[in-house]
């Protein structure tokens, strides 16, 4: 591995006006290609691999000018991975690493050139496995030393994965990995297995008295009559206070606009006191729904909000001027959890001020109450701050500059070229989204990632110290310790806690924080510190059989750290540098008089509510149930700290939907988080959860009720990290439709979540949950989401969700016409791909496939680049033939109607399952090249296990 530069040469390539580094990259075509995870015959340990873990990918460059290409080796193509390189398997190639996932392939002395037309490949080892096309970042390019010229490889600079991906052919990371993959075949069972869990008499699901999330109670007399509402208008809505304008133009975009003809009213009446069940908190309500009217009373503004919310939740859009049916009820409603939370990760990823503010409508819609608003982290810096602009004139831009006093070094994907769109939020842009959250009973917390994930915080105040400023220094220049964090940087991530330079840099963003809560006329409730992953991971025991690596703890060579604990010896800063920064940072806090102070589980690891002077201190608890979780939480639960339940492996939503290599995100706690998943996660019984899902391996779990009270939640809150998400339409399509899965077990308890019981054990073997009351309950949720939910999302909020890729089986050779005639020929698959309702979303293409094709001598195979339209081809080279008729194809369907208030599984409904080839309608279309056979897909109430 070589780190030095090279020095420059002579330009060979004489007469040429285009920079150096665009000359190659525009001639050079990338693609990689997934070889093995396990029994690759690699000596993982003697790559010095954590754990002995690794993997292989083959990188394929071409060239494809017509001359031959040298330049005395002056060029570097540099790229992000996730996952360290440990050797490049070529004489021609080595690697080197800069810093987080920046890595640089050069060629070496043995290089030479690029020959005309041709291809250069070889093996690269990497860290641990990969299961996830998405875990190849975009966005390779050349830099070529004569001129510092920066160009990027054209087929990378793309969101299409398959660009320069070959579609993965296994998801199995290990040989003991038992997960189970979701071909179209195994998502038909899973499907499937869902249906039939429930009782019989729910095939009709009757959504129209349901809401999400669910209330505590609703009461639907004998006789009660349905009625159509054309718009609605409040009376008394100067009752909502602060939250009246929020209300109102929910309203506005959610329903359509009253006349003085045809608007229905809305009553809100604010009263003393509540039925006694439903007493108790400032968000409860009781609404009563009638043909004459509604009304909505509640103690507090926030109960009235609320109320109005779950109207809207009853109304269904998709029957548009011809009114919208209701039905007579009355409804009483409470939440289950204080703290009902979202957390977007603006820091990795850049959200616009747009995509935050339909967040939060949504959140508003759904009686979400707290936005986790990260700001900050190792790859950027997304406040402006007053007085402090290298925060964002370096922080929040990303490029390669290896000087780092322009921007921070490109990361992530991102390229070598900062973003002509400013990637941080001015002082009115956050007074904006504060005021908007104020009026839809958000509150926002930001987080300000410290001591570690800082890197961009640290590195722009290096800009300044070396512009002469040094007074908000947040690293010690004398310090030499040598450290590898979690994501791969060094000690550059972490604030220095020695500094009094650092604890001004604290002081002075919070008082800038303070004053634009003010501006929006508002207080601080909440501060997110953050103190997670201040370490060296060198100091695991995965690396314990690799004496010569550095293994220090961070600070232990810095002097201000080694004078402060010569001054103090009751601390140990090497060890505990998040609990003495979280203490350092906590008076601050109560100076300046915030309420509360919230961080990641870790940033408070040994410590208990006494040592800090704040009023509030909560946790954000993020142990995977199969890493001891339960314990964990009964240990919290003794501290004092306010637990919120933020666990990986069912509320983290930057993991993928369902095991499948072209699924987004990361798996380092679970392979699938689906929207089944998370909507049957019990939070205040985590033991139950051994029963209803597996491990990230996909074993099942043995856990057994700790001999200890329940633990006392205080709230829940789901989180989608943006290292793989980089565009808006990702972020959303991320976090739409799971979010709401979140609402509902954040606000209501099922009947199927069983109570905390000590010395129960739980396995997948077990019997102790109601499986079929939480198949019927999911069969409702699923039924609204699909039926009403998602058009309010996405035709009224204009938010992209998810749309699930259906199941499918091929059963025989017999054909019926399914809604109206599709036809299909004989050959090797079908595709098929899911469509909203109004034709604007589509899942991911997937294929179901035969495993000989009748029609070729061997087995057909598709165009691994293009996996889903390109032709199919036989393995001996021919192609297929097709049959000389096409008869109909019948499909069966799970999915319900989006016309009324009714999901069925009578043959004829709505499907919305389309062929790749023809264009959106109402009814599935499934065309195939495959062998002649009934398809039957199911995408089991539009939402099922798939979501």
Known sequence: ?????????????????????????????????????????????????????????????????????????????????IHRVLHVDSSEFEYGHVMGDLTYLQPTPSFQGFKAEAEISFPIIFEYWSVQETDKMPRFFVVDMRDDSTAVIPNTDTEEMHEFVIPYTSSMKTEGDENVPMTVENRWVRNEKILEEGTADVVDVD??????????????????????VFGLSLIDANLLGKL???????????????????????????????????????????MEVREQGTTITATHAAGLFYGVMSFIGLLDISHGREGMPITEMTIYDKPRFEKRGHHIDSARHFRTKETVLQTIDAMALYKLNNLHFLLSNDEGWRLEIPGLEELTTVGSRRCFDMSEMNCILTQLGSGPDPSEVPQFYSVADFVEILKYAEARNVKIAPEFSMPGHARAAVVSMEARAKNGDDSYRLMDPEDETELLTVQFYDRSSIINPCLDSSVKFVVKLVDEVVKMYAEAQLGVDVWQFGGDEAKNILLGGGFSNYDDLPKEPPFSKSPACIKKMQEDPTISIHTDAANYWALKVNQILAQKGIREMVAWEDGFNGMTKEEFEIAEVSMNFSTTLFWG??????????????????????????????????????YWGTRENSVYKVFSFAPENLPQNAETSVDRDGNAMDVTTPDWPAPIIKGMQAQTWSETVRTEIQHQEMVFPRVLAVAERAWHRGSWELDWTPNQNYQRTTNHVPKDQLAADFKGFSSVLGCREVRKVSERLGITYRVPPPGAMIEGANWFEYSSAATIGEGKHVSLKSVSANGGLESRVVTIDQEECSSCQGVCESNPLKPFNT??????????????????????????????NTSSEEEGSDSNLESASDPPSPASVVTTTGVVGTVVAATAFFFLLSM
């Open 871 to 900: 032709p199919q081809v036989c393995s001996d080279g021919s192609t297929p033939q097709s049959p000389p008729t096409s008869p109909p194809v019948s499909l069966s369907t799970n999915q319900p109607t989006e016309n009324d």
């Open 629 to 666: 979780a339960t314990d964990l939480l009964v240990e919290a639960s003794k501290t004092g700290f306010g637990v919120i339940m933020a666990n990986p492996d069912y509320l983290y939503f930057d993991f993928p939907y369902e095991v499948h290599p072209e699924e987004r995100g990361y």
């Open 244 to 286: 009246q304008s929020g209300a109102e133009e929910l309203i506005g975009k959610i329903t359509l606009k009253a006349t003085s003809t045809t608007e229905y009213s809305v009553q809100l009446v604010m009263v003393s006191a509540l039925p006694e069940d439903i007493a108790g908190s400032d968000e409860s309500y009781k």
């Open 207 to 228: 959504t129209s008295t349901r809401i999400i999330p669910t209330p505590f109670r609703v009461e639907v007399e004998d006789g009660a009559k349905t009625f159509d």
């Open 1 to 81: 591995m070589l780190i030095e530069p090279i020095a420059d040469d002579q330009d060979t390539n004489g007469g040429v006006t285009t920079p150096y580094a665009a000359v190659l990259a525009n001639n050079l075509r990338l693609s990689i290609r997934m070889d093995a995870n396990f029994n690759h015959g690699i000596d993982c340990a003697a790559h010095k691999a954590d754990s002995s873990l690794c993997f292989v990918q083959t990188f394929t460059l071409r060239y494809t000018d017509t001359q031959d290409y040298s330049s005395n080796n002056n060029f570097r193509i540099y790229f992000s991975s």
